[in-house]
């Protein structure tokens, strides 16, 4: 069973920082790629960032050179800084249910698990 428990959610303003931490136990080691999605009211959950199982990155392009995935034994990170408002979403944990080579390849993958989500407001 999958189990993806994200924290460090806020609300934070224009500008500001914030790091999610996700608890990923016996995932990160899996050989399959994990990352972020987030869904702001109204929209379509995208993919925020992502992670290979040997540490290769891609990110949105809303997000690139603002936030930083990485990860570490049973947990996944993103870095956020110079928050904006259109930054205010629910952010959820995922993780692949399968080894694809999208990360490698430059593409977002399609995860197949996610968590509950933790929420980020950015005010200005």
């Known amino acids: 069973q999958v189990k993806l428990v994200e924290s460090g959610g806020a609300s934070v303003e224009d500008g500001g920082s914030l790091r999610l931490s996700c608890a990923a136990p016996g995932l990160t080691n899996s050989g399959y790629s994990m990352g972020w999605l987030r869904q702001a009211p109204g929209k379509e959950r995208e993919g925020v960032a992502a992670?290979?199982?040997?540490?290769v990155t891609v990110y949105a392009d809303s997000v690139k050179g603002r936030f930083t995935i990485s990860k570490e034994r049973n947990a996944l990170y993103l870095e956020m800084s110079s928050l904006k408002s259109e930054d205010t979403a629910m952010y959820y944990c995922?993780?692949?249910?399968?080894?694809?080579?999208?990360?490698?390849?430059?593409?977002?993958?399609?995860?197949?698990?996610w968590g509950q989500g933790t929420q980020v407001t950015v005010s200005s």
């Open positions: 992670i290979d199982a040997d540490g």
């Open positions: 995922a993780t692949e249910g399968g080894y694809t080579d999208d990360v490698r390849s430059g593409s977002m993958p399609q995860f197949d698990y």
